[in-house]
């Protein structure tokens, strides 16, 4: 019977092998400050830098949409015009006659988009966590999500990023997904190691990310899921102190499964 | 008046048993078949009807914007007046990777939201696909990808008499193993308020009309000409109808203006 089982197991193992396929992406984050404020509220500063860099998939934070502030634009299509990405722009709150929040720029379309919106009477701010569904050359399809957790506590950035689990894994845990994004939280601390339970840190030990003009301080990663599938082939860190206090990562990621 | 609601109420259970016993309401020939339904009292037909306009040539002919300008497009979303639009459809609006896709331009300078639903894998350089506009705001985007079929579309609060969201999906139907996928990943959401507008292979038609009534208790309607490569396909649940489709062209623009009722 063990010889059965052997033998069977050696007969299936090819398959096995031949079963999983690698897929390769590079990916940005990149929290813009304020709307982009450093910059003046201008696309095409960061439209530029994304054209530099050609990224498949860019998590951005705290952008704004035709506010007043940035003049009424809708900063987000812009640049998606001047790149030739795809937009997804998830709401966290209403803001100066315009809304505030987190967004998706992808080079491919994207076939299904949801968000989750995190409310608590201990946060100063509503913050939306965005996901979408883009479908690679080779049929692979992916889950990009892009976060901003909150800051008051790291009580309280857990339970946001809890409730940020909960709402994208309620109907999907099979996809594979990158969460990119801010997570207000430093390298080895509590919220960071809660993420870990459920995520892969695809870059450990990335090195810091804020302030731009002298990084002493990790707040922005990219996670992956399933755990132990993703792995980080290059990685730069880019310092724009013109554009941004967060520094913005540039990343090309392999996923075998 | 009491008599006065009596009367209406009453021609209203008429109109919906009559829509009942209706299942074959596909079918053309050049026009859409006639599907033997009553119309609504006036107020019904007004506050319960939303309109979509499907952009297309039917040909399935390469890009809908390589021989057509966008601005044009732009201007017929512009000109509309009265009841307008609520959905604007446009067929093989197709993505080449790395361009700015046209309704990208569209929704900057007419301030329209826009979704581009693929049709087909992505591929490195061009993905065929639909791009969809709409003046309302989409509080989602659903669909699904797997095994060579998509479908995809987005979900906008419509004002009839109660606020409704509803779920507008747009596809290309060219074999009938294709509504077999679309049927296992989106059966609930189709049976409730969710419509599909998109177009089927003129060879495949019969099979695929055949099946969407019987295998997926949805109403499937088509609209077009034996001559073109596809046609226009609507598919609605047991509480929508389409009663009619008209076509019209805005300068070099093809277009199908189809009304859809919800009448339960």
């Known amino acids: 019977m063990r010889r059965l089982l052997l033998y069977l197991a050696l007969a299936l193992y090819p398959f096995s092998l031949e079963a999983q396929t690698v897929t390769s992406l590079r990916v940005m984050s990149m929290n813009i400050r304020q709307g982009g404020e450093y910059a003046g509220n201008l696309s095409k500063p960061f439209a530029d830098l994304i054209n530099e860099y050609r990224p498949d998939v860019i998590a951005l934070q705290e952008v704004d949409y035709k506010t007043s502030r940035n003049g009424r634009r809708d900063w987000l299509n812009e640049v998606a015009m001047q790149t030739g990405m795809f937009p997804y722009f998830c709401k966290s709150r209403d803001y100066q006659g315009g809304a505030f929040g987190t967004a998706l720029l992808s080079r491919y379309p994207f076939f299904k988009a949801e968000k989750s919106i995190f409310k608590h009477k201990d946060a100063r701010e509503d913050r939306a ?21 909150s800051l008051e506590s790291s009580e309280l950035t857990i339970r946001h990023f809890a409730s940020v689990n909960k709402a994208f894994f309620a109907e999907d845990t099979v996809t594979p997904a990158l969460m990119i994004g801010d997570y207000n939280a430093a390298s080895g601390s509590d919220p960071i190691r809660y993420v870990k339970n459920k995520w892969q840190e695809i870059i450990p030990d990335m090195g810091p990310t804020i302030p731009s003009h002298n990084p002493i301080t990790q707040l922005d990663y990219i996670m992956g899921f399933p755990q132990g599938h ?6 730069e860190i880019l310092a724009e102190p013109g554009l941004s206090d967060h520094c913005f990562i540039v990343a090309d990621l392999k996923i075998s499964l | ?89 446009f067929d093989r609006a197709d993505f080449t990777v790395g361009n700015s896709h046209p309704l990208n331009r569209m929704s900057y300078d007419i301030g329209i939201f826009q979704f581009f639903a693929q049709h087909q894998t992505t591929g490195a350089s061009l993905i065929q696909g639909t791009g969809i506009a709409t003046y309302y705001p989409i509080s989602k985007y659903d669909g699904f990808a797997g095994g060579g079929t998509f479908m995809s579309g987005c979900t906008i609060q419509v004002p009839l008499t109660t606020v409704t969201q509803i779920v507008f999906y747009t596809t290309k139907i060219e074999t009938v193993s294709q509504l077999e996928e679309i049927g296992q990943a989106k059966s609930v959401v189709l049976s409730g308020d969710a419509v599909i507008i998109g177009s089927v292979k003129n060879d495949v038609k019969p099979e695929v009309l055949d099946h969407i009534e ?19 396909l609507v598919v609605v649940p047991a509480s929508y109808v389409c009663r009619s489709v008209e076509s019209g062209s805005t300068a070099n623009l093809p277009y199908y203006r189809i009304p859809i009722e919800k009448w339960m």
């Open chain 1, 230 to 235: 993703w792995e980080c082939t290059h990685y």
């Open chain 2, 214 to 232: 019987k295998k997926m208790s949805l109403r499937a309607f088509s609209y077009g000409s034996d001559n073109t490569v596809t046609d226009l």
């Open chain 1, 129 to 149: 966590t965005g996901w979408i569904y883009v479908q690679f050359p080779g049929g692979r399809s992916i889950r990009f999500g892009t976060v901003h957790l």
């Open chain 2, 1 to 89: 008046m009491p008599g006065k609601q009596y009367i209406f109420l009453l021609m209203l259970m008429l109109s919906i048993s009559s829509c009942k016993k209706d299942t074959g309401l596909s079918g053309n020939g050049g026009h859409m078949k006639e599907q033997g339904l009553p119309a609504p009292p006036e107020e019904v037909n007004h506050s319960n009807v939303f309109i979509v306009d499907f952009f297309s040539t039917l040909e399935d002919d390469g890009d809908f914007f390589e021989k057509r300008d966008i601005s044009m497009a732009s201007r017929h979303i512009r000109e509309q007046s009265g009841k307008r639009p609520l959905i604007y459809m």
